[in-house]
């Protein structure tokens, strides 16, 4: 049986996706050893997960819903998009996958001049359709109603159609080893024909998927080019990426 304030703390941790020990010590008003009970106690428990200054949502075999993506490191995110849009020559062409990241980005290239965006995502399609300079083609298939993803067969026979010279693509979660992970093995499926059909990878990702987990495998990090992010926590993922010859880009750095 969880207490009212634990109740409270997975609450928010449903909607934020984490929570922090000095934040929930202040709206409760109480002291953090107390807060770091009540986390330890839902770690125990198999309801979060703890890091570094607080606590995630448990692995499990759900991602969390649209909105408490879309809101957690947000900051991080815009900083992520930014660098990874410079990485875009005008006048090229790419794969835009599904994720809030990747939507950001999408929103970052809408200076560039003389781009093909292939997506199987509709909000990137909707950030980008305004854009005179930006030619935005969309993939057909099934519509995931939580967050206008387009996943399944017909999307992945879409995809193959095309070889761009850039994707972008993002991930759920990233595990020690170097795999990336997610939790519609469907959206792994497109994800994977966007990796095979394009040039050069960029793998957009804040540190938080650093501390989550998932279940299906979508690809290796040595399959991806340019891996940007806010900060690699990791010596060993750091190593493989200098074993693989993947370009670490740090914006936190």
Known sequence: MLSERQTAIMDIARSDGRVLVDALSSRFAVSVQTIRKDLNDLCDARLLSRIH?????????????????NAMAAPEKAAIARAAADLIPDRSSL????????????RALLGHSGLMV????????????????????????????SDGGIVGEAAVDFI????????????????????LLDFD????????AIIANARH?????????FERSAPVRLAQLPQIGTFVTDRCPSEALRDLCRASGVRLVETAT
């Open 53 to 69: 200054g607080g606590a995630v949502l448990g692995a499990g075999a759900e991602n969390l819903n649209y909105e408490a993506r």
């Open 95 to 106: 794969f835009i996958n599904i994720g809030t990241t990747t939507e950001a980005v999408a």
């Open 118 to 145: 292939i997506t199987n995502n509709l909000n990137v399609a909707h950030a980008l359709r305004a854009s005179p300079e930006i030619e935005c083609i969309v993939a057909g298939g099934l519509i995931r109603r």
């Open 160 to 179: 193959r159609q095309f070889k761009v010279d850039f994707a972008v693509i993002g991930a759920s979660a990233i595990d020690e080893d170097g795999a």
């Open 185 to 192: 093995y469907r959206e792994v499926r497109v994800a994977q």
């Open 201 to 209: 990878v960029v793998l957009v990702a804040d540190s938080s998927k």
